[in-house]
Each structure stands twice: as structure tokens, then as C-alpha cells.
């Protein structure tokens, strides 16, 4: 194995070309305003954005997905209907929906972004059937180039942007919502 | 007749299907140019991203090397490939460890490349593609033909077909979203009963020494976080410097490949899950020595869009298999020569050299001007037909002098203008089998201008 | 200001009136142009098809025949742009580099040499414009669809300057018509759907003549119109700007 890599990386050194510099480079501009344009973004992509002034209630979960079902929340507003730290990974399937605090957002793609530290199983964003994010509009930001200043992917294990549910168009290019992981993504906007 | 133009000419015999074909490719190039149209900075962006790229690339060993040893600090096992061979033992040896019977896959042009799947399915691992249009071709038992697109050559009347056979859905059924969630359901099966999750890697990022996976159905984090190991594979060209550089690269990658601002899911995967293991591969393959040839070595800066295949009005006409490899359109036609010269000869002349790929490459590799330079050398080291040799021998000493060049058009002129037509349409005029030849003037331009031109 | 005017070879041999309109038309602007009767070939044919090296007597011969003007203006996109960028085998010399440099596709002379703003003449008709590959990517001479600008080009600017003319909007404003030389014959079933398809689009927006600044784009579609019997007439720019009516 050692040798392997000693010999990739010989030839690599004998192979490559003449150093070129790295190019340094600030956060672009933009000229609309983030919140409108995360909630345009995010809608364009099928998901649903609410404004919330206050906690999430009951009454308003049951509106969008109906009495009984099983809830996993990250949030303080709601408290879980089953403890999934006690389960392992394989048995969340009947976890029907989770509620995610997101650290933060970024305008021009919708993408939300959130880390391990508020997941107590990695798979659980993407196992559940609808997902929900409640964000603080202050934490919008108006592209990717801010989002990477502001965030430090090499504090967490894993972490992970996410930008609408699950989606596909492998079949004849038909858009279709619900491909593996959530069907729905609604994001909660806290002012 | 060579094989590229055999296939095209066969793809086309059915019009009606290549025009779907085209047009559906074409629906994504237009979707590419709406969304890469509202960014202002998109020439620098791509600018950018060429320049870091080839940073990368004249520091490859520097940033082969930190990445491992942040990725080695954060827990994680790598390992390095030299070919596919090794890379397809490197995998079964880390699967046969822990006594893996599932594997779920997510795509991973890397392991098509490696021939990966044929080869755990021979050692009685159980694999599965988790992709949607990856597991409709594996079903078919058909290599992918498009890299972001795997089954796009397939109507929703044959997947519905073929579901019906493999996943019993009901007969007759074409509905996208029926399909779907059959798949869905199918796939979701497999999740939970798999050993072990491999995936492909769209960036591995020096400094954190973490790899970013880019899907929108969500399967390829489904397999990884579910499974007790997880195995990711890249080339080794995948690198980048920092951390900040992957906000260059997201912007432009979904926008080039799909048109859609990002992908629905980017993840970065840093550490091991708790009481999992997490492992590497870095893999060769002929990228080193693809590094040493001066005038094709950017196309290692490749980040598998495949907005050149969109664009190409070539593959949209003849469908990814006319290429007969893992990566076709122009970005393969560039990358098989350097694989195999012989082999892969009729790749670099299925352009017309437009330069479309060019421009819409988000690394801004010269795609068509390496196409232009594996002839050269296709032609140099004699893999051409000897009569075409011949004849463009012939052109070169009638068109370097202008006495030559005067007796040949002369007698060209001659036989066109008085050549009964089933002889001037024979067989082998291949120009003629749908076209009309141009029609002979009485006089050329240089008659013209010596008896009436001149006198101005 | 003497300009030497390259006509391609096979402008030459079958559209001897682009010839006639691109040195009229010159002539007309005041230019001195000169056509030196020794001139042959940019040697494209050859490079393109992988056999540069062959082509490198051709090249030598245009150095010789065109290094004395000041310019070298020809009615084609794509051996000026052969010229211009793919010289690279000959020694560069100063004649070499003076060639390259100073090798003009006619509509790039007309818009940054000449600065043309006006024309006499007038067009009543519908064009479909067919931006050929090598002068719209290689050279330039408009924005292509692919990039991130304020949208230009530089044969529409000199053509509007005539009167009454009109363009169709097409589908696909700069999709290959799929000549590419060679390829024409190499790849034959691609190049005629290729062809096939660049028609329709013209047809389905009520084009009456297509133009283009590269004859041999127009001689594949011409072909396959022919062959089909469509019959949208084929005219290269200049003989538009030059008073030529359908």
C-alpha cells in the first residue's frame, strides 16, 4: 500500500506542470434582497416557506400532515412523539417527521444548512417522509461564498446543505418530488 | 465504416427517437443558460474555477497529501489505487473484513470506469445501484449513457416495462411519479438491509480532509448513513485546496449539469459515524500519466457535469452509447484517446469542432482544441485508414502549389459538370448519398478576376 | 491601407459571386484590394481531418502569398480562423505572425477596421441568420449562446444596416449545421440530420433566404435542400450588403 502510493505520487511529481498560483478571490455581490429570494428559491424547487412569529404549534403541524403522526423535533417549540436516541439507525422508518433547527441559509439556491450536532443519527434528515426546518431570517445569507465564511466544515463529522425535498427526473426527464429521502421540505422562517 | 459513425447512423436510422433524444437534452442545455444567465459573475466564476483547478493540479502530490493526513486525523482509512484492478481489490478486501453480504451504491462514474460492479457480483457481494436512473439501467443490465443522466436513452414506456418485470408494478403503468415510488419503495428495502454503502466523490477538500457528495434524491446519504461502513472512491483529480473553493464549485456545478441552483443535498463527509467505519480510495487509473501530456492534462479538471454532452449536437444525435465508454460526448472523446489510441481513433473525429463544449464547460477546458490535437496524433501514429492518408497527402501537394491546384480543379470541374449523374452519385460518393453536390459554376472566382476583375 | 483578399478555395471553384461581391464590395468603401492570383488554400481540409503536418507546405505558401499586405481580408469565418489559430506548427516569424495577426474575417473588417455605419442597399426580406461555429466561438464575431454577455454580433450589425431587411428568431440561434469538413463524409448520417434539423428551424420560422458568413455551411444545407427539394435560396452576407436581391 505504501509503495502504491508512493509510486502515484512519483509520477505525479514527475508529470506535473510548472506551478500556477491559487487565486484568491471575495464573496460576490448581489443585488436582491435574501430573504425574498431564499423563499422564491425555495418554492421553485417545491418547497413550502412560513413565516412564524412564536413557537410551532400542534394545530399547525396537524394542518400539514394530518393527526397521530410520529414526530422527531430538534426544536425547542415541540417535543418528540418517540425517543430515537434509544433506536438504531434502522429502525426510524416510521418516523414520519422531523423538525431541524438550521444554522443557517443562503438566498441564491435555497440550500439550508445544518450539521451533526443537531442530529442524533446522521440518516434522519433524509429517512423521514417530511421534513422541516425552522430558521432565523437573520441567519439568510445571499450565496454560497458567504455561507463557506461563515460555517467550518472540519468541526463536525458530518454536515450537510440541503436545498428542497428529495427529488429526481431520471424517467424521461419528469420532475418528480419524493425520490428517497423527504417528500416534503417545509422551512419555518422565525423573525 | 468505424464504429462511432456505424452506431450514430444506426441511433439515427429511428428519427422520431432522436428527436426526443435531442430535444431532451437540449431542454437541460436550456435550463443550463436560464440559470447560469442570472449570475453576473459567471465568467469569473468559471475563470476561477479553471484557476484553482489548475493550481491543483501543478500541486497534486502537495494536496493528495494533506488531504490524507487531515482525512487520516479525522479517523478515516485511505487507501490508493494505481489502476482499476487494484481499486476493485482494495473495496472487496475492505467488504470481505467486515463480512459484507449488501452493498448500496451511489452513482459513481469511478466504479463504472473501475468495472466494479461485475466484478463484487463475481465474489457473491450483492450490489445495488441507488440512484433512480442507475438502478433502471441495472436492472436492464446496460451501461449508463449519460454521466448526470444515466438512463436518458430509456422512454417511460420501456422503464415501465421493465419495472413491471422486476419490481411488479402494474402492467402498462408509464406514470413518472407511479414509477418512482415503486423505486422508492424498492430502494428503500435495500437501505435497511445493507452491510455496506459506497458512493462516489464530487470534491475532497485538502483542508478539512472531508469528501462532498452532490445527489438530489437523497440515496446516496440514505446508503452511507445507514450502513456500518461506508466506502467513498474518487479520482484522484477530485482534490481542492480549501474549504471556500467549494463555494466556486457548487455554484456552478448543478447550474452546468441540470440547471437547477445547487443540489438538493451537499454533504460533507469529515468523520466515521459513531461505532462505523468510513473509508477512502483514492484511485490512478492513467490520471497521472494523463497529468504528463502537456496539451491534455486540464481535461483532469473535469468536475462530471456533463453540460458538454448536453450541448453536443453530436451526442445528443447518436445517445451516450455511440461512444462505447463510461464517459462519452466530448469530454470522453478527449479522455478515452489518452486510454487507448487505437481503441478509441473514431472518438475525437465525432465533433465538427463547433466549440460549444467549450464554452459551456464550467472549468473551461479547451475541450475542442484537444480534439483537434488527438487527431494529430491519431493520424501520426497511423491508426487512419491508409487511403485517407493518402488522399490528404494528395490534397497537401495540389493545395501548396498553384499550378497543381489549377490542373486539379480543372479536371474536378470537368468530371462534375459533365459526369452523367449515376456516376457522379455513385456509391462512393458519400457526400452525395443525401446532398446534392454544388453546382459547377462556368467560371471560378480566379477566371473571373483575370479577365474582369483585374481592371479596376 | 492594402489588402490582400483571400478567397477559399472553394469559394473559388463554386461560388465565384461571394468572391465578385466581397472585392466589390471593398472597392466601393475606398479600399485598395488586391487578390494575388497565386493563392490557393488556408490548408484546414488537411489539419482538421489530422494531418497537419501535410498541411504545412499550404501553410508556407499563404505566408508567402499574403505577408506583404497590411491586411488579409477573406469572406470566411472559419479559415480565418484556421489562420489565425492554428498556424502554430510554422515557425513564427515575423511574416508568419504578421500574417496571423492581420488575417480578418470580412465582417470583422467591415465593424473594427472600417467602422462601417452605412451601406446602400436594400433587402426586403426575411433572413435566418446561421452563425457558422469557427467565426461565432473562434473569432468571436458574436456572442454565442453558451456565455455570460451583453449579447453582440458583428455580421447582424453590418446587416442591418441595409434596408428593409428582417430577421427570423430562431429556436436554436447558433446550434453546427454539421459540415465540419471531414466530418461531412466521416460522420455522415449525424452531419445530414445535423443539416436536416438547422433547416427546419429556419423553414418553421418563415426564413426566406438563410446567410452566413461561411459559404461552406451553406453548401451542406444547400445540398440537403436540393436533395429534398425545399427551396430556401442560400446567400453569404456580403452578397446582401453588396446589392445581390434573392
Redesign the interface.
Known amino acids: 500500500m505504501k509503495e502504491m502510493k508512493a509510486d502515484i505520487l512519483h509520477r505525479i511529481k514527475q508529470n506535473k506542470a510548472n506551478p500556477k498560483p491559487l487565486p484568491d478571490y471575495a464573496a460576490f455581490g448581489y443585488d436582491f434582497d435574501p430573504r425574498e429570494k431564499f423563499t422564491e428559491v425555495m418554492e421553485a424547487v417545491g418547497g413550502k416557506v412560513l413565516h412564524q412569529k412564536g413557537k410551532i404549534n400542534a394545530a399547525q403541524l396537524a394542518n400539514l400532515f394530518g393527526e397521530g403522526i410520529s414526530i422527531y423535533s430538534g426544536v425547542e417549540d415541540f417535543s418528540s412523539t418517540l425517543d430515537v436516541s434509544s433506536l438504531s439507525p434502522k429502525d426510524l422508518p416510521p418516523i414520519e417527521v422531523v423538525i431541524l433547527p438550521v444554522q443557517l441559509a443562503v438566498a441564491e439556491n435555497g440550500a439550508c444548512y445544518l450539521d451533526e450536532s443537531v442530529l442524533p443519527h446522521r440518516v434522519l434528515p433524509f429517512i423521514c417522509q417530511h421534513l422541516i426546518f425552522v430558521l432565523e431570517a437573520k441567519s439568510i445569507v445571499g450565496n454560497m461564498h458567504e455561507a463557506l465564511e461563515k460555517i467550518d466544515l472540519s468541526q463536525q463529522g458530518f454536515s450537510v446543505f440541503i436545498a428542497g425535498p428529495s427529488k429526481t427526473a431520471d424517467i424521461e426527464q419528469a420532475l418528480v418530488i419524493g425520490a428517497q429521502g423527504a417528500r416534503s421540505l417545509t422551512v419555518f422562517i422565525r423573525q | 465504416m468505424s464504429k462511432?459513425?456505424q452506431k450514430?447512423?444506426d441511433f439515427?436510422a429511428n428519427?422520431a427517437r432522436?428527436d426526443w433524444h435531442?430535444q431532451?437534452l437540449?431542454?437541460?442545455r436550456e435550463k443550463r443558460?436560464k440559470l447560469?444567465?442570472g449570475?453576473?459573475?459567471?465568467?469569473?466564476?468559471r475563470e476561477?474555477a479553471s484557476?484553482?483547478k489548475?493550481?491543483?493540479?501543478?500541486?497534486?502530490?502537495h494536496y493528495?497529501?494533506e488531504f490524507e493526513k487531515?482525512a487520516l486525523a479525522?479517523g478515516v482509512q485511505v487507501?490508493?489505487?494505481?489502476d482499476a484492478e487494484?481499486h476493485n481489490h482494495i473495496v472487496h478486501d475492505i467488504l470481505q473484513k467486515q463480512k459484507v453480504r449488501r452493498l448500496v451504491k451511489s452513482k459513481s462514474m469511478l466504479t463504472e470506469e473501475c468495472g466494479l460492479n461485475p466484478f463484487l457480483e463475481k465474489q457473491g457481494i450483492e450490489i445495488i445501484d441507488?440512484?433512480?436512473?442507475e438502478r433502471?439501467i441495472q436492472l436492464k443490465d446496460e451501461p449508463p449513457s449519460h454521466i448526470v443522466?444515466?438512463?436518458?436513452h430509456?422512454?417511460?414506456e420501456e422503464?415501465g416495462e421493465l419495472f413491471h418485470e422486476k419490481l411488479q408494478t402494474e402492467k402498462g403503468a408509464t406514470d413518472?411519479?407511479y414509477?418512482?415510488?415503486a423505486a422508492?419503495q424498492h430502494?428503500?428495502s435495500h437501505f435497511?438491509q445493507a452491510d455496506a454503502a459506497l458512493s462516489g466523490v464530487n470534491f475532497a477538500?485538502a483542508?478539512?480532509?472531508?469528501v462532498t457528495v452532490c445527489t438530489?434524491?437523497?440515496?446516496a446519504?440514505?446508503g452511507?448513513?445507514?450502513a456500518p461502513v461506508q466506502i467513498h472512491c474518487m479520482g484522484?483529480e477530485k482534490v481542492i485546496?480549501r474549504?471556500?473553493d467549494?463555494?466556486?464549485f457548487?455554484?456552478l456545478l448543478a447550474r452546468s449539469a441540470?440547471g437547477?441552483?445547487?443540489?438538493?443535498?451537499?454533504?460533507?463527509?469529515?468523520?466515521?459515524?459513531p461505532g462505523g467505519e468510513m473509508h477512502i480510495v483514492?484511485v490512478?487509473n492513467g490520471r497521472?500519466?494523463q497529468?504528463?501530456r502537456?496539451d491534455f492534462?486540464n481535461s483532469l479538471k473535469c468536475i462530471r457535469c456533463g453540460a458538454c454532452m448536453n450541448?453536443c449536437?453530436?451526442y445528443r444525435?447518436?445517445g451516450g452509447h455511440s461512444y462505447d465508454y463510461t464517459v462519452p460526448g466530448p469530454i470522453g472523446s478527449i479522455l478515452t484517446p489518452g486510454k487507448d489510441l487505437k481503441k478509441y481513433s473514431d472518438l475525437p473525429?465525432?465533433?465538427?469542432?463547433?466549440?460549444?463544449c467549450?464554452?459551456?464547460c464550467p472549468v473551461k477546458i479547451d475541450i475542442h482544441q484537444q480534439l483537434?490535437k488527438w487527431?494529430?496524433i491519431?493520424?501520426?501514429e497511423g491508426h487512419?485508414p491508409k487511403a485517407?492518408?493518402r488522399e490528404?497527402?494528395m490534397?497537401?501537394?495540389?493545395?501548396?502549389?498553384?499550378k497543381a491546384?489549377r490542373r486539379a480543379?480543372k479536371w474536378?470541374?470537368r468530371l462534375m459538370r459533365f459526369l452523367p449523374r449515376p456516376l457522379l452519385y455513385l456509391n462512393r460518393n458519400?457526400?452525395g448519398?443525401?446532398?446534392?453536390?454544388?453546382?459547377?459554376?462556368r467560371?471560378?472566382?480566379?477566371?473571373?478576376?483575370?479577365h474582369e476583375?483585374n481592371e479596376? | 491601407m492594402n489588402i490582400g483578399l483571400f478567397i477559399p478555395c472553394y469559394v473559388d471553384q463554386f461560388y465565384p459571386q461571394v468572391g465578385i461581391a466581397s472585392l466589390e464590395l471593398l472597392q466601393n468603401l475606398g479600399c485598395k484590394v488586391h487578390y494575388p492570383m497565386q493563392q490557393s488554400c488556408c490548408g484546414q481540409p488537411m489539419a482538421n481531418a489530422g494531418f497537419e503536418k501535410d498541411a504545412i507546405p499550404t501553410y508556407e505558401h499563404f505566408v508567402r502569398t499574403f505577408s506583404s499586405y497590411d491586411y488579409i481580408v477573406a469572406p470566411s469565418g472559419s479559415c480565418t480562423y484556421h489562420v489565425r489559430k492554428h498556424y502554430d506548427l510554422l515557425p513564427q516569424s515575423q511574416e508568419v505572425m504578421h500574417v496571423r495577426e492581420r488575417s480578418l474575417d470580412l465582417a470583422e473588417f467591415l465593424v473594427d477596421v472600417m467602422k462601417l455605419d452605412k451601406i446602400e442597399s436594400r433587402f426586403p426580406h426575411k433572413v435566418g441568420l446561421h452563425q457558422s461555429c469557427h467565426g461565432l466561438r473562434g473569432l468571436r464575431l458574436a456572442s454565442g449562446s453558451e456565455r455570460v454577455q451583453s449579447s453582440f454580433s458583428k455580421i447582424r450589425d453590418v446587416l442591418n444596416l441595409v434596408d428593409e431587411i428582417e430577421f427570423v428568431e430562431l429556436d436554436r440561434q447558433d446550434e453546427c449545421c454539421g459540415f465540419g469538413g471531414t466530418f461531412a463524409v466521416n460522420e455522415e448520417a449525424i452531419s445530414v440530420k445535423m443539416g436536416k434539423d438547422r433547416i427546419q428551424d429556419h423553414k418553421s420560422k418563415g426564413a426566406e433566404v438563410i446567410v452566413a458568413g461561411d459559404m461552406s455551411c451553406l453548401m451542406h444545407l444547400e445540398g440537403i435542400m436540393r436533395r429534398n427539394k425545399e427551396n430556401i435560396p442560400v446567400r453569404h452576407f456580403v452578397e446582401i450588403l453588396n446589392g445581390t436581391q434573392l
Open positions: 462511432h459513425p450514430a447512423a439515427i428519427e432522436t435531442d431532451s437540449w431542454v437541460v443558460d447560469a444567465k449570475i453576473a459573475e459567471w465568467e469569473e466564476l476561477l484557476q484553482i489548475d493550481h491543483t493540479l501543478s500541486h497534486l502530490d493528495l497529501e487531515n479525522n487507501h490508493w489505487a494505481k487494484t441507488t440512484d433512480l436512473g433502471i443522466m444515466p438512463a436518458i430509456l422512454k417511460k422503464i413518472p411519479q414509477l418512482t415510488e422508492r430502494l428503500r435497511l477538500v483542508e478539512t480532509g472531508g438530489n434524491e437523497g440515496n446519504d440514505m452511507i448513513h445507514l484522484l485546496p474549504q471556500k467549494l463555494g466556486v457548487t455554484r441540470t437547477q441552483p445547487i443540489t438538493i443535498y451537499t454533504s460533507h463527509h469529515l468523520k466515521p459515524k483514492i490512478d497521472s500519466e497529468l504528463g502537456e492534462r450541448t449536437p453530436i444525435r447518436s473525429f465525432a465533433s465538427t469542432l463547433c466549440g460549444s467549450t464554452d459551456v483537434y487527431r494529430q491519431i493520424a501520426e487512419l485517407k492518408a490528404m497527402s490534397a497537401a501537394k495540389v493545395l501548396s502549389s498553384p491546384y480543379t474536378m470541374r458519400v457526400w448519398k443525401q446532398r446534392e453536390l454544388p453546382q459547377v459554376p467560371q471560378t472566382f480566379k477566371d473571373w478576376y483575370k476583375g479596376s
